[in-house]
C-alpha cells in the first residue's frame, strides 16, 4: 500500500473515516475527564444498586470527546447474590461498532477485586478509561464509590522566568528557555521541578589576609543547592581565637537559603577543627562565609572545610 495523508485533497475527497479520526485525534488529547482531582467527583452513590454520574462532564476518550448531559445519568448494577463483595468499574467506553462514547459498567468477580479494563486498539473493538468503582456487599441493596476518574493531562509549555502563563491549570508544567528550569504549577504556586546550574566558582578575594588553595565551588540541581568550600591560607597576622573573620568565598543571591544559616566543619592545620557559618538571605550578611568558633591559626597555617554542605531553595 502506498503512503497516505489525510486530510488532505488526494484522499477520499477530504473525507476521514472514524478509524482514520481515531488514529489522528488519538493523541491531541490524553484519555480522561477534563478537570483535575479537586474537582466534584464525577460518580458517585444512587438509589438501591445504582450510582449517578454528574451532569456537565466533558471528557476524551482515543480522541473522541463525550458529554454527560445537563441532567445527571443514572446507571443501574446488577445484584451480588454471593456473600462475598464484589467491585465493578464505572468506566467511560469507545465502542468501535458504532463510535460511541457511552457510561459503561465492567462487572468484577466477588472476592476477586476489580476486573480488568479493555483498551484495544485498531479499527474493532472497545476502549475503557475508569470513572469510579462500586463495591457491591454480598446481598446488598445499595453500593459504595470510590473515585477513581482518569484526567486529561496537561502539557510542558514554554515561557521565560517572566512570562509563565499567569492563569495556569493544577499540574501544568513549564519550562524556561531563559533558566534552564523546569516548573509545576501547585495550585497555589509554581514549584521547581529541574534546573542544573553545573559548577560555579564562588572565590571571592575581598581581603588580602586568605588566599585560595582550592577554589570554592556551588552548583544547584533540582533546587537542592550543594557546595565545595575547598581551602584557605592564612597569609597575615595571627587570627586570635576569640576572633571571626570572612573567607574568600560569596554564595551568590539565587543559592542563599531563604531564611536558615548553613553550617560546615573545617580542618584546621595543627589538628584543630572549626566551625563555618553560612549566612542565609534573611541574615544582616546574606551569603558571606565566615570562620567561627576556631583556635589560634597562625600565619601560613590551612583551613581545610568539609566537603558537601547542602539546602534547599525552592
Not at 6 to 24: C, I
Not at 49 to 78: E, F, K, M, P, Q
Not at 116 to 140: C, F, K, M, N, S
Request: net charge neutral; proline share 5%.
Amino acid at each position: 500500500m502506498a503512503e497516505e495523508s489525510y486530510p488532505s485533497p488526494g484522499h477520499n475527497t477530504r473525507q476521514v473515516t472514524d478509524d482514520e479520526h481515531e488514529l489522528l485525534a488519538s493523541r491531541f488529547s490524553d484519555d480522561g475527564v477534563y478537570g483535575d482531582p479537586t474537582d466534584t467527583q464525577v460518580v458517585t452513590a444512587g438509589t438501591g444498586l445504582s450510582v449517578n454520574v454528574r451532569a456537565d462532564v466533558a471528557a476524551s476518550v482515543r480522541g473522541h470527546g463525550w458529554y454527560s448531559g445537563s441532567t445527571a445519568v443514572s446507571v443501574a448494577l446488577s445484584a451480588n447474590i454471593s456473600s462475598q463483595a464484589r467491585i465493578d468499574w464505572i468506566v467511560l467506553r469507545l465502542d468501535r461498532s458504532d463510535w460511541t462514547v457511552r457510561v459503561g459498567v465492567v462487572g468484577g468477580t466477588p472476592g476477586s477485586g476489580a476486573p480488568a479494563l479493555t483498551q484495544q486498539t485498531g479499527t474493532t473493538g472497545v476502549y475503557e478509561i475508569p470513572l469510579a468503582q462500586a463495591r457491591i456487599l454480598g446481598g446488598a441493596s445499595s453500593v459504595t464509590v470510590t473515585r477513581a476518574e482518569q484526567y486529561v493531562g496537561t502539557r510542558v509549555r514554554p515561557c521565560t522566568s517572566t512570562t509563565r502563563n499567569p492563569r495556569p491549570r493544577l499540574g501544568e508544567q513549564c519550562f524556561e528557555t531563559d533558566t534552564g528550569t523546569m516548573r509545576i504549577w501547585t495550585g497555589t504556586a509554581w514549584k521547581l521541578v529541574f534546573d542544573d546550574t553545573g559548577d560555579i566558582e564562588i572565590n571571592s578575594l575581598i581581603t588580602p589576609v586568605w588566599s585560595i588553595g582550592v577554589t570554592p565551588v556551588i552548583e544547584r540541581r533540582n533546587g537542592i543547592v550543594c557546595l565545595r568550600l575547598g581551602s584557605f591560607r592564612r597569609e597575615q597576622s595571627s587570627l586570635a581565637g576569640s576572633s571571626e573573620s570572612r573567607l574568600p568565598a560569596q554564595i551568590p543571591v539565587a543559592f542563599q537559603h531563604r531564611s536558615r544559616d548553613q553550617y560546615a566543619l573545617a580542618y584546621i592545620e595543627g589538628v584543630s577543627i572549626g566551625r563555618i557559618t553560612i549566612y542565609s538571605k534573611a541574615s544582616d550578611k546574606p551569603g558571606q562565609v565566615w570562620l567561627v568558633q576556631k583556635p589560634t591559626i597562625d600565619r601560613g597555617d590551612y583551613v581545610l572545610t568539609m566537603s558537601g554542605p547542602s539546602w534547599v531553595v525552592d
